[in-house]
Structures are given as C-alpha cells and as structure tokens.
Nanobody, 127 residues
C-alpha cells in the first residue's frame, strides 16, 4: 500500500516562502512521475508542478513559473515544492501525487493520470 504524506504548509505573508515536502512509502517511488496540485473552488484540483522519475524533466504551471520550483530526492523517497514570492491567490490545500505508470512519458497536468494522493497540506498567504 502506497502512502504519501505532505508537510510544510502554513501561514505566510505575501512575498514570503514555504517549502512543501511529500514523503512516499510502500512503492518504488523513483520510477514514477510526481506532481503537486492545489484545490480550486468549483474547479477541483489544479496542476501546479511535476517532475519526471529521473528528476531532470520538470513542468510548472504558468501562474507559478519563476516562483515555484519542484525537485525530488529519490534516495529519500521525497518530492519537494519550493514556493517563493507567495501571493494571496496561492492560498489553497496542496496535494502531492504519484503518476499511475512507471517511467511515464505521458502528459503530467491531468489529475486523472495520478493514482496515489496525499492528504493535503494547507497553505495560507495573507496580504
């Protein structure tokens, strides 16, 4: 049974930084694309960033590009989301997820292609 546990959320002022972590257990983490999503009212989960199994290929949603950085440490079975220059509109619950296919080359932005999710961590940015 795979488990993902997020941590690092909290309350921060606009312009501040947070680093989210997602620790995986129970599966060969290093074979799967990992992604971060956030909950958007009335829209469901929105893609934020993803990193391929190799840690080299990364993808970032346009609204956070240049501010958020995704990375992974396969030796620690952990994926990170460094969030700098936070804005009030970044306030949300953030979820990490693992793609359903090993060594996938498929698109990374659709939540439906991920089959394992963490419980989420709240990020609140005050103005």
């Amino acid at each position: 049974q795979v488990q993902l546990v997020e941590s690092g959320g909290g309350l921060v002022q606009a312009g501040g930084s947070l680093r989210l972590s997602c620790a995986a257990s129970g599966r060969t983490f290093s074979s799967y694309t990992a992604g971060w999503f956030r909950q958007v009212p009335w829209k469901g989960r929105e893609f934020v960033a993803a990193v391929r199994w190799n840690g080299v290929n990364t993808y970032t949603e346009d609204s956070v590009k240049g501010r958020f950085t995704i990375s992974r440490d396969n030796a620690k079975n952990t994926v990170y989301l460094q969030m700098d220059g936070l804005k009030p509109e970044d306030t949300s619950v953030y979820y990490c997820a693992l793609h359903s296919l090993q060594y996938s080359t498929l698109a990374v932005t659709a939540p439906s292609t991920y089959d394992t999710w963490g419980q989420g961590t709240q990020v609140t940015v005050s103005s």
